[in-house]
């Protein structure tokens, strides 16, 4: 009763207020909730990728990290079983024979992961035997037990030949503190003199954990643009909405009396019309005696009551249309969450996948590692000169293929090896293979940083240790000086190479044909040319030297 005594008589004033009032009520609604957006939403939303963030953080790091320590585990229980089996080959030698002996320490002292290594131990006393400091060889490691009692206990708990493991600190020549693993795994056999020893393989978990921390750190500076590109948005929002909204009270007034006075005249009309619509007759009509949006009002009425006079709405129809709109968007959501949860397994296939293809190279250098110091083991009783002689190139063959997969697998390329590393590592090799003194036959590699394929890394290394091992063999005789170059040259990019192995020694024998040769060395480097697509030539002046002129070989699908 109150409220009528106060409100306007007249129904066009009542149409100003009610229009009025409806359109400002949006406006002050609108007004509120850009207020509670701009103040909630942005801290929401920072809370809720920062809780995101270190979710995914901690499960990336867990994963990593037993993935890290079965590495080490593994590396560990691979270099044993190879010490094993050496020592099974040669039970004559005591601990300071294989100190001495290269083949022994290639073994020993490997490489894990990207900054760890390797080392051998007393398991009874736990005296450093092999090391990659020489300072720290033939050392009780009980010096270690005041400062790295973490791992002195790891240590310690490996004696007498049992397994151990953990993780500990661990301070850089620069003063930084790195958390390491170690894993601890004893061999089955002794040495001549009754040693038995223990491999420890350790490495930096920073190396492993190095891919996560990039990737936090991309995640977070992600954030944090998207942080501060929303505050942006939200401010330029607000900006805009509250022009929009000062606008729209300013429209809604002036068109509240536009409308209060426009349908005025036709809403008396159009009200007795709905009452007779509402009563069932649906013959009635309004008389059109206006123009402009009432005159299309009044017409739209006379339409909606003639169609009215024919047809009603089913409700059964409208359920019907409803339940299949529904349907619908549940079959949409299905196929975009398969769609999403397929990418998901594809991206996890493809990590799975290098992996794995890192891991296949891991155990190919591995098993030819084995095969061979099996070969080493049977040429202790080959008496035969000449066929000991072949065993022994066999084993060079073999270690030059192993060395391949071994740079692959370190390598963050697993389809490419560094091939100017693998030429320095093979001359390494073999001139301790072959007992030759580099301060005598001096070693000049010319190769830049090149990048070749596995299949053209496997036969142009088996060449190289064929040139190379010729050399070291008859080209200095008598203890003779001298000097082996290896050269490897490209022609900028169009995938054709030559490789020069050159020696100032005696110079090949005059009566030999390198073309026709009967030894196998000779051969095998003919037969791997003609795989590359290449040739050789022999230059006899000055010495020795071969070129061998190849293209690069790419994958071919075999299956």
């Known amino acids: 009763m109150r409220l009528?005594?106060?409100?306007?008589?007249?129904?066009?004033?009542?149409?100003?207020g009610i229009t009025l009032i409806a359109g400002l009520i949006p406006?002050?609604?609108?007004?509120?909730?850009?207020?509670?957006?701009?103040?909630?939403?942005?801290?929401?939303?920072g809370r809720a990728i920062y809780r995101g963030q270190e979710e995914q953080s901690q499960r990336s790091e867990r994963v990593i990290q037993d993935m890290a320590e079965d590495f080490i585990r593994q590396k560990a229980m691979d270099v044993a079983l190879q010490l094993d089996l050496y020592l099974k080959a040669h039970p004559e030698m005591?601990?300071?024979?294989?100190?001495?002996?290269?083949?022994?320490?290639?073994?020993?002292?490997?490489?894990?992961?990207k900054t760890g290594y390797t080392t051998v131990l007393d398991s009874d006393t736990a005296v450093s035997r092999f090391h990659r400091d020489p300072r720290i060889e033939n050392r009780d490691a009980r010096f270690m037990s005041d400062k790295m009692s973490e791992l002195y206990a790891i240590v310690d708990a490996s004696l007498g030949g049992r397994y151990a493991r953990g993780f500990y600190k661990w301070e850089t020549s620069d003063g930084t503190i790195r958390d390491k693993f170690m894993y601890i795994a004893p061999l089955s056999g002794r040495t001549a003199d009754g040693v038995r020893f223990n491999v420890a393989a350790s490495t930096g978990m920073d190396g492993f954990m190095a891919p996560v921390k990039a990737t936090q750190d991309v995640s977070h500076s992600t954030a944090r643009y998207m942080q501060?590109?929303?505050?942006?948005?939200?401010?330029?929002?607000?900006?805009?909405?509250?022009?929009?909204?000062?606008?729209?009270?300013?429209?809604?007034?002036?068109?509240?009396?536009?409308?209060?006075?426009?349908?005025?005249?036709?809403?008396?009309?159009?009200?007795?019309?709905?009452?007779?619509?509402?009563?069932?007759?649906?013959?009635?009509?309004?008389?059109?005696?206006?123009?402009?949006?009432?005159?299309?009002?009044?017409?739209?009425?006379?339409?909606m009551a003639e169609t009215l006079s024919l047809t009603t709405v089913k409700k059964q129809a409208l359920e019907e249309s409803e339940e299949k709109l529904k349907r619908t968007n549940i079959r949409l959501q299905q196929?975009?969450?398969?769609?999403?949860?397929?990418?998901?397994?594809?991206?996890?296939?493809?990590?799975?996948?290098?992996?794995?293809?890192?891991e296949i190279h891991h155990r190919v250098k591995n098993n030819l590692q084995v095969i061979s110091s099996l070969l080493s083991l049977q040429s202790v009783y080959i008496k035969d000169e000449k066929a000991l002689s072949l065993v022994r190139n066999c084993e060079d063959r073999i270690r030059s293929m192993a060395l391949v997969h071994e740079k692959l697998y370190l390598s963050e390329d697993l389809s490419r090896i560094d091939f100017s590393h693998y030429i320095k590592s093979i001359a390494t090799r073999l001139f301790q293979t072959h007992g030759v003194d580099s301060r005598v036959v001096t070693f000049s590699p010319g190769v830049n940083d090149l990048l070749l394929?596995?299949?053209?890394?496997?036969?142009?290394?088996?060449?190289?240790?064929?040139l190379i091992s010729n050399a070291l063999r008859h080209a200095f005789p008598g203890g003779r000086e001298g000097r082996i170059?290896?050269?490897?040259?490209?022609?900028?990019?169009?995938?054709?190479?030559?490789?020069?192995?050159?020696?100032?020694?005696?110079?090949?024998?005059?009566?030999?044909?390198?073309q026709n040769a009967e030894t196998l060395g000779l051969l095998l480097v003919n037969l791997l040319t003609d795989q590359l697509g290449g040739t050789v030539e022999l230059d006899r002046n000055g010495g020795t030297s071969f070129r061998v002129a190849f293209k690069e070989q790419t994958y071919k699908r075999r299956i």
């Open 27 to 45: 406006v002050v609604i609108f007004f509120i909730m850009i207020e509670i957006f701009i103040h909630q939403f942005p801290a929401e939303t």
């Open 94 to 113: 005591t601990v300071q024979d294989l100190q001495r002996d290269p083949d022994f320490r290639e073994i020993a002292v490997q490489p894990v992961g």
């Open 335 to 358: 196929e975009i969450t398969a769609h999403e949860h397929a990418e998901d397994r594809i991206r996890r296939s493809l990590k799975e996948k290098e992996n794995l293809l890192a």
């Open 228 to 303: 501060i590109t929303l505050n942006r948005l939200i401010r330029s929002f607000s900006n805009m909405g509250l022009l929009i909204a000062g606008g729209g009270a300013l429209f809604i007034l002036a068109f509240a009396f536009w409308v209060g006075g426009y349908l005025s005249r036709a809403i008396v009309q159009l009200r007795e019309a709905t009452g007779a619509i509402n009563r069932g007759d649906f013959a009635v009509r309004v008389p059109d005696a206006t123009s402009g949006d009432v005159a299309e009002l009044i017409g739209d009425f006379n339409r």
């Open 4 to 16: 009528s005594r106060i409100a306007p008589k007249k129904f066009s004033t009542r149409v100003v």
């Open 453 to 466: 394929t596995i299949e053209t890394a496997i036969p142009l290394g088996l060449i190289l240790n064929e």
């Open 485 to 514: 170059t290896v050269e490897l040259d490209s022609d900028d990019g169009h995938g054709e190479y030559t490789l020069t192995v050159a020696d100032d020694g005696i110079g090949f024998p005059a009566g030999v044909d390198s």
